[in-house]
């Protein structure tokens, strides 16, 4: 099992930054892709951004150019940098790992973008 802790979400001005952290624990060896994912109300949750073991990245076409995923694979860590926000980008955000082909999920983390 991969336990996954989640931190840094909040309430951010539109035009702000926000960076999220998750970190993993447990069975942590043979991670392969670690990704953060949002929910808005009403919506379905959707990918936002995945990294790979290698370091390939792949963004939502809505936060290319403001969000950032990156990783430490030394510290079983996952980030998502997320600058100029807009209040679209209100949901809670989930972090996901893929071990050995199983998926795991932390406990979210509220992102609220609003005036």
């Known amino acids: 099992q991969v336990q996954l802790v989640e931190s840094g979400g909040g309430l951010v001005q539109p035009g702000g930054s926000l960076r999220l952290s998750c970190v993993a624990s447990?069975?942590?060896?043979?991670?392969?892709?670690m990704a953060w994912y949002r929910q808005a109300p009403g919506k379905q949750r959707e990918l936002v951004a995945i990294i790979t073991a290698d370091g390939r990245t792949n963004y939502l076409d809505s936060v290319k150019g403001r969000f950032t995923i990156s990783r430490d694979n030394a510290q079983k860590a996952v980030y998502l940098q997320m600058n100029s926000l807009k209040p679209e980008d209100t949901a809670a955000y989930y972090c996901?790992?893929?071990?050995?082909?199983?998926?795991?999920w932390g406990q979210g983390t509220q992102v609220t973008v609003s005036s």
């Open positions: 447990g069975s942590t060896f043979g991670i392969n892709a």
């Open positions: 996901n790992v893929v071990r050995l082909a199983m998926a795991f």
